[in-house]
């Protein structure tokens, strides 16, 4: 009998050792989570472009809705809560199109920009965080076409091209709709210098990585149409004529992402006749004209061509850790993560199964993780938005492999 | 959520309901000339038994759901909510009994391996709102099957000392996953695709580790019927167990889950499992020259 009962002490303290997974698996369900966001109209079709968390922990997805009569896009802004959960949503009306990231906070109100699908004039829509949206309102200055806009200080940095005078503009405007600072880039004479951003309007070619933004320096930086070529052209904003240009390849070639580090160094991707490479660490002239193809940097042969590549940096386990987010051929979206400071990859994790993944965007949340939108195809044909919610944890995994 | 605490206060319980048999049988060693010692030679060898054995058997598994999650949150109809299919499908359970019988109780303890089988159903359909005719409706099937390695400890009282006695039992058990699988058959019907195309024998089979956790606490209690035959012992019992915890990894609810595609996040659930199992008991101990260990 002791032998037997040395047994029964041996088993409960393995019971209870081993059982550890019943207390890990006390999970706070806002933490992680994946969300689709179907509905069950046959023709319905939401693709989004970007997302933003709220004071309350829930997001605002600001999504693109196919439109019947038209190539343009409408708009369509989803409020959903801190466990992912679809809260409400509202269908902006079908004369406002083509909706663009950056969703931006300012001033607790969340804008982002739209134009008119009439009078193409750029307007700027409000958004609270009950996902409450305000009537857009014309930006003024005959501002036309939007194809980026992003936070510069309390003020919003936008990029849009105007077709009349073809010609790129970036412009600083606020809240109200003002513009504070404005300048016009050419992108070359000839018909056909325009077209492919007009088909990135009416999604008839290639969707270009339009996108601008601003050095810690105070250099203002677009990714566009200059001189024939795709460029990121540097300038700032003091005259038509840029400080320096980074040549792409016409539309065949350029930078994908773009994000500014410090000094000279600028964390890109690029594109260059469908390959795709990465480059945490690229060193830029901004005070002359140079070439993307420069840049080397790590070919990702996964990624398919022109495929969108979405950067941003944040902190990691008190770590400074870029992640790039894109698109595989095998339809997953793929995360990389590199170190900021010397451009090692740090790890990879690839999101979605079964049904074909596509990223939009992604911003770091409030609880040290991260949420990742894009479009998933439910059944194989209905274009979904979808919600990854990662945790600290998945990224202290991501950047520790 | 079950506490560390609450576990150790579970197995104290199955080690408090052995110590009477463990102190009845230091004091019948220290006290021979007890009451016990009155009894014909038979029948007092007869009080005391070891059993070692094969069981085997099948079982039936209800999830009981306690939290609901899905991958999809419908912001228009398709809520595409679980059906679960209780006690439908069958799975196996087949092991070891250990087992020492003292004065009408029995203190076993049965290590095995278990299948447990779960199934629920959902679907979902779509329309165009142009021409109602134009429809997409899915179902989906998903079949799961959890692979444990078992450790019950059982307490067992019979009710008679004859050739044919029944008994009851309860008891405790701890189990760890060892594999898990998950099966989803896709049937539907398209009549938007110009005519109405019936699709079936669709099939996805993934491995399921990550979506359970490893760890299987419960306690059960059944009746169940021994038949002597020379030495042997046969024995059939029925068994009701109860889950005591969510068998499902929070954690990789939606990250591990390649399924979340078709709209898949596995509930928290309890499992809850009626055991049907048949067992051969051979003694340990003999009371004659010629084997024999009953009269």
Redesign the interface.
Known sequence: MRKHLLHILIIIPLVIFSSCDLEDNDVIPTNRFTKIYDNNRFDSSITPIDVAQTADGGYIIVNSRRLENTDFLGINVMKVDELGNFVSQTDLADNFVQPIADLMLIGGNFYFLCMDATSLVVHLVAIDDSGAVTDPAAVSGGLFYPLHATIDGTNILLQSYNNDNKETDISIIGTDGSISASQSFTIGSGQGVEEPIIEHFTRTGKSLPFMVGRTTGGTYFFNGFYNFTLSMVFTDLSSGDPNGVLQGQQDDGGLSSALHLSGNTFAVSRFNFGDNYIVPQASIDMGGTTSSVDLSGNQLPELPPDTKVDLLLTEVNSQQVLIYGSNTNSKQILLLAYDASAGDLLGTQRLGFSNPYEISNMTPTADGGLVVVGTTFVAGRFARVVLFKLDESDLVALTSQ | ????AS??AI??C??VV?SP??QA??NRRNYPGGGQNRKPANQKFLETQWWLGFKWGANLTSAIPEQR?S????????T?EKTYEDFKHLGVQAGIDAT?YHKGFSFS?QPNYRRQRFAYNNS???????DPT???D?HYDQDHNLDYLE?P?IVKYDFRQDAFTPFVQFGGY?G?LINATKKVDITGTDQ?SGASNAFEGEQ?VIGADDLF???S?GILAGVGVNYSVGNLRLAFDVSYRWGL??V????N???E???????D?LDDMNMQNLSFTFSTLFPLRFISKNFNSID
């Open positions: 959520m079950l506490t560390r576990l150790f197995f104290a199955l080690l052995y048999d463990l049988q230091k999650f991958a999809f949150s419908p912001t228009d109809g398709n595409g020492f303890f979902f359909n779509w329309t165009d709102s142009n134009s429809t997409l899915l450790l400890l701890y760890t938007a996805l956790i490893k760890t606490l915890h969510n499902t990894n929070a954690k609810r939606f990250t889950n390649r399924l979340a595609g078709i709209g996040a």
